[in-house]
């Protein structure tokens, strides 16, 4: 079986996160690091856009949170660990907050995106142009670099797919050139 049958599964077939049957898809919960089942949820495409853009976000429609913030899919609690935090300023989101309780690893986890935090406390990466990166991004080095402890040299023009940021250290992504993760220096990189 494939991965939308799993969580079709898992879920009844239905969006683990309000219940909605209709224009169902998969979301891998970022920072992606395992995806499949454990890294996923079956989202109906309003969740989808009000996750992907929080400019649309209508806060009556996340009170189904009240239900599926118990749901035993650490990657179910993580999202709607996230929406709350998102939410939180109308109030009624802090009270499902003050009752929720993830496992430090699953905690971690949804804290990776910076969700939840000030945006004073909030580290951000921005490329040689001042772009903001985000997880997930596509960037082209724009300098040969070579790769400390290795031989490698990382040519200008190549491109990392789906890097990670450091949530510490706004001057650090991480991503695969050559099949080699490694650490590279956000001045050296541009946003696809």
């Known amino acids: 079986m494939g991965l939308l049958e799993d969580l079709q599964n898992r879920s009844g077939n239905q969006c683990e996160l309000?219940?909605?049957t209709e224009d169902l898809k998969i979301y891998e919960v970022p920072p992606v690091s395992t995806g499949g089942l454990d890294g996923s949820v079956l989202a109906c495409a309003t969740c989808l856009?009000?996750?992907e853009d929080p400019e649309t976000v209508d806060s009556n429609h996340w009170r189904c949170l009240n239900d599926s913030m118990w749901s035993e899919q650490d990657a179910v609690k993580v999202v709607a660990w996230r929406m709350l935090n998102r939410l939180k300023s109308e109030g009624w989101p802090q009270d499902l907050l003050d009752m929720m309780y993830l496992e430090d690893e699953v905690l971690v986890w949804a804290k990776?995106?910076?969700e939840g935090q000030d945006a004073a406390d909030m580290v951000?990466?921005?490329?040689?142009?001042g772009v903001v990166l985000e997880n997930g991004d596509n960037v082209v080095l724009i300098k040969d670099l070579k790769v400390k402890g290795?031989?490698?040299v990382a040519k200008q023009g190549t491109a990392?797919?789906?890097?990670?940021?450091d949530r510490e250290n706004a001057e650090y992504i991480e991503g695969k050139?050559?099949?080699?993760?490694?650490v590279i220096l956000t001045k050296y990189v541009k946003k696809l």
């Open 18 to 20: 309000c219940g909605a």
């Open 124 to 129: 951000v990466h921005r490329d040689s142009n």
């Open 160 to 165: 990392v797919r789906r890097i990670s940021l």
């Open 112 to 114: 990776a995106t910076g």
């Open 177 to 182: 050139v050559d099949g080699q993760q490694i």
């Open 150 to 152: 290795s031989s490698m």
């Open 49 to 51: 856009s009000q996750i």
